[in-house]
């Protein structure tokens, strides 16, 4: 697949996706299984994945970001050393703190889940298992 080819196609994952938030009145989403972030990335580095209903894809990497750069057609891609940075990095750059957003609680672990509870106190984290 030609990198335009992968983009473009990317680009149409992650705008039906948006779609399917916003059926669901979910602001974002944070996706962080291999599967689902190869999907909606391109890649399967480690990371977070944020799908904002109104701004960019933001991409968050804890290991090997300069493999995530080279393999994933987003734009926004930082580099993030743990969780304890996750709000800041989601918020940088004017995004808004989400009201409810979405998780993939199929795959999440209590212990992450009650993690999330802790970095995103306002937010109501809602299961978005089925919408990918």
Same mark, same amino acid.
């Given at each position: 697949m030609t990198e335009e080819l992968l983009k473009s196609e990317i680009r149409g994952r992650i705008q039906r996706f948006r779609n399917r938030l916003s059926e669901y009145h979910l602001d974002g989403a944070l996706i962080v299984e291999k599967t689902d972030l190869y999907y909606l990335s391109g890649t399967k580095q480690d990371g977070h994945l944020f799908i904002s209903v109104e701004n960019g894809p933001r991409l968050m990497v804890r290991r090997d970001f300069e493999r995530a750069v080279s393999e994933s057609p987003l734009d926004e891609i930082l580099p993030m050393k743990g969780f304890s940075e996750l709000p800041h &990095?989601?918020?940088? !750059?004017?995004?808004?703190? #989400? $009201? $409810? +957003? !979405? &998780?993939? +609680?199929?795959? &999440? #672990?209590?212990? $992450?889940?009650l993690l999330y509870q802790k970095l995103f106190p306002d937010t109501e984290l809602v299961d978005i298992s089925g919408l990918i």
């Open positions: &990095l989601l918020w940088e !750059g004017n995004q808004n703190s #989400p $009201r $409810r +957003m !979405g &998780l993939e +609680m199929d795959i &999440l #672990p209590a212990k $992450r889940f």
